[in-house]
Nanobody
């Protein structure tokens, strides 16, 4: 079973940057897709970025041009570099993984492997 552990959350000023990490407990298989989701208080879980086994990436319009998703297969780690942060980026951030045939970064499915989340708070 793949276990995912996020880190790197915290507080930042608007316009600032944070880098989230998601460490996987076992080898990230070549056909696994991964992504980042977030959930603000009172809102549903939103997919914001995904990366496939070839390193191709996709982003939600709300973060495109500001956030960058990447992964280091040698270290079993997924990253989310967040720049130009806005107060509306405040949320709990989660990483998720599944076989690419099942994974849609826009769809937070229960079947994915999920991390426990890391809080990001952006103040104006």
């Amino acid at each position: 079973q793949v276990l995912l552990l996020e880190s790197g959350g915290g507080s930042a000023q608007a316009g600032g940057s944070l880098r989230l990490s998601c460490s996987a407990s076992e080898y990230i298989r070549g056909n696994d897709c991964m992504g980042w989701f977030r959930q603000a208080p009172g809102k549903g879980r939103e997919g914001i970025a995904g990366i496939d086994s070839d390193g191709n990436t996709k982003y939600a319009d709300s973060v495109k041009g500001r956030f960058t998703v990447s992964k280091d297969n040698a270290n079993n780690t997924l990253y989310l570099q967040m720049n130009s942060l806005k107060p509306e980026d405040t949320a709990m951030y989660y990483c998720a993984a599944d076989r690419c045939s099942y994974f849609q970064y826009t769809d937070p499915r229960d079947r994915y492997y999920w991390g426990q989340g890391t809080q990001v708070t952006v103040s104006s």
